[in-house]
């Protein structure tokens, strides 16, 4: 199968990235829960990918990241950590239900308000602008929410311009999903509070990998509470990060995996987005000559492509290239249900083919027959 759904999951892992994992599988104790060799030595690897993070994303020190099993729930250990009652959130109608859905409840709840910040323009075009996200500003907004990089079309918002608009008082949380391991991302760079990460996405980590890095002006509550290793006479949690946010045990070969991507983009990383530059680039330009197909994306590092059929459903388009042609993309809402509601195609949805830098021209080829097969039929 041609594998162009690299944005749900990544496809194929650097060799570096699957031994690691085999070795994990092979030999793992369990980090901070023991005192003999093995144990140690795990940790030791565990706290190797804290430091790795850390440095990869400019971040506040190695004790403020912490360990999740997807970048779904570092938003939720964020948002619920961080929001009290009381505060306003200004989100950006980019945003996956991840961020969405844990404000929607908190708003339901009477513990917080948000707005959301709306695109302007139409199709691919369209852009999300600082100014827009300061016009929402209340005295007491509390946090502002945008994405690293739309997992729906591959856009990448101006992160430092969004913040320099900002009060110094307002926290700044990126969801890194489709951005991390794309482009650079820093921290103290872009002046950003919370980062979270999905690591098996475009860090080459395999599922179960996750974390969430946050700056030394907050101090996240525990989200979930249990055994850390540390501490343990205590009924309460321990109050110091990374235990504080880190129950239960961890996903040791997902973090070594994380790790391997980590230490595998320190390298790559600049010749990886060129790759997907050009694949995006090419995709898109094959694709405007076919009628009936209209593109939402324009080239990016990301290796996102959307684009929608004139006639045709994009889960039926999505359907017929899987069974017919073998090839693997997503058709749908892609759960980003506002950032298709400001495209205009709520309805519908979009096709999104995304790619990794093993892909190749020939693939996008035998992809574009195959669309032109279905526009015939």
Same mark, same amino acid.
């Given at each position: 199968?041609?594998?162009?759904?690299?944005?749900?999951?990544?496809?194929?892992?650097?060799?570096? !990235?699957?031994?690691?994992?085999?070795?994990?599988?092979? !030999?793992?104790?369990n980090p901070g829960r023991g005192g003999h060799k093995l144990a140690l030595s795990c940790a030791t690897q565990v706290e190797n990918c804290r430091n790795a993070l850390d440095i990869f994303f400019d971040g506040y020190g190695f004790d403020r990241v912490i360990f999740t099993k997807n970048c779904t729930e570092a938003l939720n250990v964020a948002l619920f950590g961080v929001l009290k009652p009381g505060d306003h959130v200004i989100v950006s109608c980019m945003e996956h239900n991840s961020v969405l859905r844990p404000l929607e409840y908190?708003?339901?709840?009477?513990?917080?308000?948000?707005?959301?910040?709306?695109?302007?323009?139409?199709?691919?075009?369209? *852009?999300?602008?600082? *100014?827009?996200?300061?016009?929402?500003?209340h005295p007491n907004t509390r946090l502002v929410a945008v994405t690293t990089a739309s997992n729906v079309t591959g856009m990448i918002p101006d992160l430092t311009a969004i913040?320099?608009?900002?009060?110094?008082?307002?926290?700044?949380?990126?969801?890194?999903?489709?951005?991390?391991?794309?482009?650079?991302?820093?921290?103290?760079?872009?002046?950003?509070?919370?980062?979270?990460?999905?690591?098996?996405?475009?860090?080459?980590?395999?599922?179960?990998s996750g974390a969430l890095l946050f700056s030394d002006?907050?101090?996240?509550?525990?989200?979930?509470?249990?055994?850390?290793?540390s501490m343990s006479i205590s009924l309460d949690m321990p109050d110091f990060y990374p235990d504080m946010l880190e129950a239960g045990t961890l996903a040791f070969p997902a973090i070594l995996s994380l790790l391997e991507g980590t230490r595998y983009l320190t390298v790559h990383q600049k010749e990886i987005g060129q790759k997907l530059y050009t694949l995006t680039k090419y995709l898109l330009q094959r694709?405007?000559?076919?009628?009936?197909?209209?593109?939402?994306?324009?080239?990016? !590092?990301?290796?996102?492509?959307?684009?929608?059929?004139?006639?045709?459903?994009?889960?039926? !388009?999505?359907?017929?290239?899987?069974?017919?042609?073998?090839?693997?993309?997503?058709?749908?809402?892609?759960?980003?249900?506002?950032?298709?509601?400001?495209?205009?195609?709520?309805?519908?949805?979009?096709?999104?083919?995304?790619?990794?830098?093993?892909?190749?021209?020939?693939?996008?080829?035998?992809?574009?027959?195959?669309?032109? *097969?279905?526009?015939?039929?």
């Open positions: 199968m041609i594998y162009f759904d690299n944005a749900a999951t990544g496809g194929r892992k650097p060799d570096s !990235v699957l031994t690691a994992v085999s070795s994990a599988i092979k !030999v793992c104790a908190l708003q339901k709840s009477g513990v917080i308000t948000y707005d959301v910040c709306w695109l302007k323009g139409e199709n691919a075009t369209a *852009e999300l602008h600082a *100014e827009d996200i300061r016009s929402l500003l913040r320099a608009i900002l009060p110094k008082n307002v926290l700044f949380l990126c969801d890194g999903a489709q951005g991390a391991g794309h482009f650079d991302v820093k921290m103290k760079g872009a002046s950003i509070d919370l980062l979270t990460i999905a690591g098996h996405k475009g860090m080459f980590g395999i599922q179960g002006r907050i101090d996240p509550r525990p989200f979930l509470f249990g055994g850390t290793g694709l405007s000559a076919l009628p009936n197909y209209a593109a939402y994306s324009h080239p990016n !590092v990301c290796g996102i492509v959307a684009f929608k059929h004139t006639v045709l459903q994009s889960e039926i !388009v999505a359907e017929r290239l899987s069974h017919t042609y073998g090839i693997a993309v997503r058709g749908g809402l892609h759960c980003a249900p506002l950032m298709h509601e400001a495209l205009g195609t709520l309805d519908g949805g979009l096709v999104r083919a995304s790619f990794s830098h093993y892909n190749s021209e020939w693939e996008i080829d035998r992809f574009i027959t195959a669309l032109t *097969e279905i526009n015939d039929e």
